[in-house]
T-cell receptor
C-alpha cells in the first residue's frame, strides 16, 4: 500500500528541547516536502527536497532543518523549538512533475510549551 | 501575502443539493490548480485538478471551473453526500504544476442529512 508515514503523531515538548519528526515514503518518490497547517493560514511549505542530498527552503523555513540522506526518508528537525512552532505538520511526497501523485502523511500535532 | 484565498471558512449544504466552494488567486503566473480534501486526523488527499488551458474539468460528482480573467476557480459537488463533509483546500502552481504548491486557507464543508 502506497503511504507516507510520520512519527510521532502527537508531541508535547518544552521550549528549546531539540526534536525530530520522521517521515518515510514507500513509493520511490523523488520529491518530498514538509508543510505546517495553522488556522486561517492554510498549509505552508517549510522545506522541500527534489532528490537525495538536494533540499531547499519553502515559504516558512525559519527554525527548521531537514536532511535527505536516503530517498525514502525526510526528517524535520527543530533544533530549539519555540511556542510559535506549535502547529500541525504534514510530510508529503510525489513523483517529479506530477502534483496529482502527491501523498500526504497523517500529520504530527506539535505543542511547544 | 495570501496568494490563494478561500473566503468562506465554512459552508453547510443539504444532502442531495449542490455544494459550491470558491477560491481566488492573485498570482498571474499560476497555471495549474488542484483541490484537496481533508478529513480530521488524516492528511489531505488529491481530489481534482485543472490546467489553465481548460476552463472546466469533471470527475464524477466533482467539477472544477476556472475563470482566468477573474482569477477565480470553483469546485462543484453534485449531489452532495454526507461523506463529502471535510475541509477542502485549493492549491495553485506555476509552470504547469512543476513549481511548488501554494495552498488556500481551506473551507469546512458540512453536509446536512
Amino acid at each position: 500500500e502506497a503511504q507516507v508515514t510520520q512519527n510521532p503523531r502527537y508531541l508535547i515538548t518544552v521550549t528549546g528541547k531539540k526534536l525530530t519528526v520522521t517521515c518515510s515514503q514507500n513509493m520511490n518518490h523523488e520529491y518530498m516536502s514538509w508543510y505546517r497547517q495553522d488556522p486561517g493560514l492554510g498549509l505552508r511549505q517549510i522545506y522541500y527536497s527534489m532528490n537525495v542530498e538536494v533540499t531547499d527552503k519553502g515559504d516558512v523555513p525559519e527554525g527548521y532543518k531537514v536532511s535527505r540522506k536516503e530517498k525514502r526518508n525526510f526528517p524535520l528537525i527543530l533544533e530549539s523549538p519555540s511556542p510559535n512552532q506549535t502547529s500541525l505538520y504534514f510530510c508529503a511526497s510525489r513523483a517529479s512533475g506530477y502534483q496529482e501523485t502527491q501523498y500526504f502523511g497523517p500529520g504530527t500535532r506539535l505543542l511547544v510549551l | 501575502d495570501q496568494q490563494v484565498k478561500q473566503n468562506s471558512p465554512s459552508l453547510s449544504v443539504q444532502e442531495g443539493r449542490i455544494s459550491i466552494l470558491n477560491c481566488d488567486y492573485t498570482n498571474s503566473m499560476f497555471d495549474y490548480f488542484l483541490w484537496y480534501k481533508k478529513y480530521p486526523a488524516e492528511g489531505p488527499t488529491f481530489l481534482i485538478s485543472i490546467s489553465s488551458i481548460k476552463d472546466k474539468n469533471e470527475d464524477g460528482r466533482f467539477t472544477v471551473f476556472l475563470n482566468k480573467s477573474a482569477k477565480h476557480l470553483s469546485l462543484h459537488i453534485v449531489p452532495s453526500q454526507p461523506g463529502d463533509s471535510a475541509v477542502y483546500f485549493c492549491a495553485a502552481s506555476a509552470n504547469f504544476g512543476n513549481e511548488k504548491l501554494t495552498f488556500g486557507t481551506g473551507t469546512r464543508l458540512t453536509i446536512i442529512p
